[in-house]
Every structure is written in structure tokens, then in C-alpha cells.
Nanobody, 127 residues
Framework: QVQLVESGGGLVQAGDSLRLSCAAS????????WAWFRQGRGKEREFVAV??????????YYADSVKGRFTISRDNAKNTVYLQMNSLKPEDTAVYYC??????????????????WGQGTQVTVSS
């Protein structure tokens, strides 16, 4: 059974950093693209970042709201994807989800193209 296990969330102050991790079953890790989404209270789930080993050329994309502050990476040897979040803002407060799927460079921002999801980890940024 495929499992995605997230960790690293917490309560921080504005300007601080956090690193989220998502550990995946080896069976799927290498064959999928990996993304982070987030959902704030009362808001729809939104795309944050994606990484792919399959796309030619550019292999990461970010939402405009996090570009320059967040970095997505993956460690294939550890079957883990990370989201390094720097210069956090109160508006970054949300439940963060990792997701795996065969998204393309044109569909990576759509939650429906991802087959597997983690349970979510809460990130709270105080002002």
C-alpha cells in the first residue's frame, strides 16, 4: 500500500524557516512527479511547488506567492521530497500536503492529476 508520510510542520514566527519532509514508499517514488499543495482555513487547496525527474529542461515550478522563498528538492536514495521554506509570512499559514502523480509541465498545478496524498502537516506563522 502506497503511503506518504509528512513531517516538519510547526509554529514559527514571521521571517523564520521550516523544512517539510515527505517520505514515500520506494515502489512509487522514482516514477512520479512530486508536489506540495497547501490549504488555509476556509480556503481552497492551492499549488505550492512541484519537482520532476522526467521533464526535459526545467524540472521545478513554484507558485508566484512562494517563488524565491521556497525550494523543493528530492532525495531519491531516501525516497523523500523536501520543501524548504524561508522568510515565512503569516499568509503561509496552512496545512501542507505532499502529492505524487504523473503530472506534466502543463498540469502540475492541478490537484486532480495527483494520485497519492499525504495526511498533511500544519504550518502556522505568527506575526
Amino acid at each position: 500500500q502506497v503511503q506518504l508520510v509528512e513531517s516538519g510542520g510547526g509554529l514559527v514566527q514571521a521571517g523564520d524557516s521550516l523544512r517539510l519532509s515527505c517520505a514515500a514508499s520506494e515502489r512509487i517514488f522514482s516514477s512520479y512527479n512530486w508536489a506540495w499543495f497547501r490549504q488555509g482555513r476556509g480556503k481552497e487547496r492551492e499549488f505550492v511547488a512541484v519537482i520532476s525527474d522526467a521533464w526535459i529542461g526545467r524540472n521545478t515550478y513554484y507558485a508566484d506567492s512562494v517563488k524565491g522563498r521556497f525550494t523543493i528538492s528530492r532525495d531519491n536514495a531516501k525516497n523523500t521530497v523536501y520543501l524548504q521554506m524561508n522568510s515565512l509570512k503569516p499568509e503561509d499559514t496552512a496545512v501542507y500536503y505532499c502529492a505524487a502523480g504523473r503530472s506534466s509541465s502543463g498540469t502540475y498545478h492541478l490537484s486532480e492529476v495527483y494520485n497519492y496524498w499525504g495526511q498533511g502537516t500544519q504550518v502556522t506563522v505568527s506575526s
